[in-house]
């Protein structure tokens, strides 16, 4: 019995010894390869580093305290999404009567983009030859715009407004072809959007750019130093009636004769389901699609609560699935566009590992990129199919968590975050990916 004792109480000394001599080691390496360096001397930086198989963290370092993410929002929000939205995207509710398709739709971000050739909406609003009505007036909570996103980006194509009828992405994919001005909805090249004589300055050395006004979708050239080849600009929705006229319009040009109607509280009907969920949410991380993850957030709280509203689905979450956090985040939208959004490095940790947990390693790395793609695709490359992670970029922010295979077989989760820093995203993520690549390495 006491040979017993004394071999139980070794391992355990040892185990601690180990575990102690793993933490200091890696405490000089983060201070020799990140903490220690000029451009991070006056930034706030944190670091947590996750054994999932002891239950332990390796290192932390401010682990527990707040930090904006900017994107690494995005990983909570696919957590929800695979939770809860099942295998397949729900595009809308059809009820189909004697003489009238309703149509009530739910958010479905992939509907009309030419990436997804699928279109099972599209093809039953085809196939029934009704008269249309559209439902776009449902019970829902939510704005244009996510809570402290930067109004003054609505030009830029990240910027896509929240809708519960997305259509072409919500964007207007304007390009030149043949000293030809094309756009993707078509109907973005005539009034009210554009004025038809602009479109003549194309071709005059082809250096011109597309603008928007601020609130309006008025679309027009301007003068530019550069050639044009490509545009894309968010289209203002203004409560769906924008996505409406160019549904319509669409209809129209593929030869679908329905008359197209908006209708409050249309009547309940049958689910159509689009895409397989995992290949929306596989573009949503790979190239932080900001679009995806904020209409992927609305339609978690339509299957949670039956309605549209991020705040409201925000506050389920963490109150439920999300409870057990280590610390209780301020989560202000889906996509992390947000400077009010505040999570510490080991509430990612947790939630990595419940993904890990509940859905297995193989759905997660189907979805996660990996070393040379997506969003770390000039990153990692010597690491490819070792470490899935997701990036994070704002303003001074850069941010990456994930998971990595050590040369040893050892799975280990993880979360950088670093604010307040003056150098550039590249040289901050240099040194990010040199401390990961030396704990890689070593263990």
């Given at each position: ?184 909805p078509s109907m ?194 010597k690491d490819s ?7 994070g970029t704002l ?49």
């Amino acid at each position: 019995m006491r040979q017993y004792f004394f071999g139980l109480l070794t391992i355990l000394i040892a185990s601690t010894l180990l575990s102690c001599g793993v933490s200091y080691q890696l405490k000089r390496s983060a201070n020799q390869t990140l903490l220690q360096k000029p451009v991070l001397k006056n930034a706030h930086v944190g670091v947590s580093i996750y054994d999932p198989a002891a239950k332990k963290f390796w290192y932390n370092y401010q682990g527990d305290k707040y930090f904006v993410p900017a994107s690494n929002t995005k990983i909570p929000t696919c957590y929800a999404a695979m939770k809860f939205l099942g295998d397949s995207i729900l595009s809308a509710y059809v009820l189909d009567s004697a003489d009238i398709l309703y149509v009530r739709p739910v958010g479905d971000p992939s509907f009309l983009l030419p990436e997804f050739a699928a279109q099972p909406l599209l093809n039953r609003i085809k196939a029934s030859g009704k008269e249309v009505m559209l439902d776009i007036s449902a019970n829902h909570r939510f704005s244009a715009y996510g809570s402290g996103w930067s109004w003054d980006d609505f030009q830029e194509a990240y910027l896509a407004e929240r809708s519960a009828l997305p259509i072409y992405g919500n964007v207007v994919t304007f390009t030149s072809r043949n000293n030809n001005l094309t756009a993707l909805p078509s109907m973005a090249l005539r009034s009210p959007f554009m004025n038809e004589s602009m479109i003549q300055l194309v071709g005059k050395g082809g250096k011109f750019q597309v603008v928007r006004q601020q609130d309006q979708n008025i679309f027009s050239l301007a003068n530019s130093s550069r050639t044009f080849s490509k545009a894309v600009i968010p289209f203002k929705t203004l409560q769906g009636t924008t996505s409406f006229t160019f549904l319509k319009d669409t209809l129209s040009r593929l030869g679908i004769n329905s008359t197209l109607r908006l209708v409050a509280d249309a009547p309940s009907g049958q689910p159509i389901y689009s895409i397989a969920t995992d290949s929306l949410l596989r573009p949503l991380m790979h190239r932080s699609d900001n679009f995806f993850a904020e209409q992927s957030l609305l339609m978690v709280s339509q299957r949670l609560l039956g309605k549209m509203d991020d705040d409201a689905v925000i506050d389920t979450l963490l109150k439920t699935v999300l409870a057990d956090l280590p610390q209780h985040p301020r989560w202000a939208d889906g996509s992390g566009l947000s400077r009010y959004n505040l999570f510490t490095p080991q509430d990612f940790v947790r939630i990595l590992e419940k993904m890990k947990d509940e859905f297995g390693m193989n759905r997660v790395k189907s979805i996660f990129p990996t070393g040379g793609e997506g969003t770390i695709a000039n990153y990692y490359t010597k690491d490819s199919g070792y470490i899935y992670a997701k990036t994070g970029t704002l303003s001074g922010v850069v941010s990456l968590s994930g998971f990595l295979y050590t040369r040893k077989g050892k799975l280990l989760l993880f979360s950088t975050v670093v604010n307040n820093h003056q150098a550039s995203s590249t040289e901050i993520r240099r040194l990010v990916e040199e401390f990961l690549q030396g704990v890689r390495e070593k263990y």
